[in-house]
């Protein structure tokens, strides 16, 4: 029955992060949010949730502490930086960074937390901000299997499929095995488009074929009508799978596992980026397909 009132303490408040701490309050856990811009975290104090005023005053309130930021150099900074989660902790509190970066990044901060005592989880998601508004995401878990155990409940809150991969860093490599998936089936769509425009295919007639057959996936249900309307507005920004791809590739270069088609879409979205897309979503990928035709597909 315990396990019900953990008291829970959510950093980063942005596409994902806002509806993920909103479904755990929902769920009735004790809640406490930090966010560098205050008023992201507006929404949640309307419902009740305590407002922190740096990731050392969640700590201090909190069993867990979850971080959704962007990247490996932000969750070094909540942990360890002024103010940060490590200055308001006791021994035992369980941190769970659900952000993407590399499984060696989630070996050091494992690493260096417990020497203050506190547990670590790697635990990234997949499912986009539908998946974080409606409580359906897929979350890949890395650690102590006691820990996920433990605080399993808080995850449930948040994702339908929980999956425990393994040792610390497991986590992260399950999701840059699926943002390879992920990104080559944006680019699949994007190239599927550009082909069936320029050779005057309605989009009512690709769209119909590609979800009703073998092509069909998540991109293609949710995304594919969403560059056929022109919206690039981000469920997941361009610039944070360019990062997981340059992960993806770092690994790959290590261990030596041949990743042609990554890397070709690594280098598209260095594109996208370099054209000023980064903060669209990734189906934004269409522009460097109009760039590359000469022309509009919109």
């Keep these: 029955m315990w396990l019900i009132m953990l008291r829970v303490g959510f950093i980063g408040l942005g596409i994902m992060g806002s509806p993920m701490a909103t479904n755990i309050a929902r769920k009735g856990f004790p809640l406490t949010v930090y966010n560098r811009t205050k008023s992201k975290a507006e929404p949640l104090a309307e419902m ?8 050392s005053e969640v700590a201090r309130s909190s ?18 930086g002024p103010g940060g989660v490590v200055e308001g902790a006791r021994e035992g509190l369980v941190f ?3 952000s993407t970066n590399s499984p060696e990044h989630a070996k050091s901060f494992a690493a ?10 790697d635990a990234p998601v997949t499912g986009g901000d539908k998946g974080a508004r409606e409580g359906t995401l897929t979350i890949m878990v ?10 399993r ?26 943002q390879i998936v ?13 082909l069936a425009r320029g050779a005057g295919v309605s989009d009512e007639a690709l769209l119909t074929v590609l979800s009703s057959g073998a092509a069909n996936s998540f991109t293609v249900q949710y995304y594919l009508p969403k560059i056929m309307k022109g919206d690039l507005e981000p469920g997941f920004k361009a610039a944070h799978l360019r990062k997981d791809l340059r992960y993806v590739m770092d690994l790959a270069s290590r261990i030596h596992a041949p990743l042609p088609g990554s890397s070709i879409l690594l280098q598209l979205y260095e594109s996208l980026v370099a ?14 397909y109009e760039d590359l035709s000469g022309s509009s597909i919109h």
């Design 153 to 178: 409940p808080v995850l449930e809150a948040m994702g339908k499929v929980i999956v425990y991969g393994g040792d610390v860093g497991s986590g992260q490599l399950l999701k840059l095995c699926n």
């Design 142 to 151: 890395g650690g102590r299997r006691e820990t996920f155990e433990a605080v």
């Design 63 to 80: 069993d867990v502490v979850i971080g959704m930021v962007t990247d490996a150099p932000d969750v070094e900074a909540i942990l360890f």
């Design 96 to 98: 769970i960074d659900m």
């Design 48 to 55: 009740g949730v305590s407002i922190a005023s740096s990731p």
């Design 182 to 194: 992920v990104g080559i089936d944006m680019m699949a769509v994007a190239e599927a488009l550009t």
């Design 112 to 121: 260096r937390l417990a020497k203050a005592g506190i547990e670590f989880l």
């Design 275 to 288: 054209k000023g897309l980064g903060d669209k979503g990734t189906q934004a990928l269409i522009k460097v």
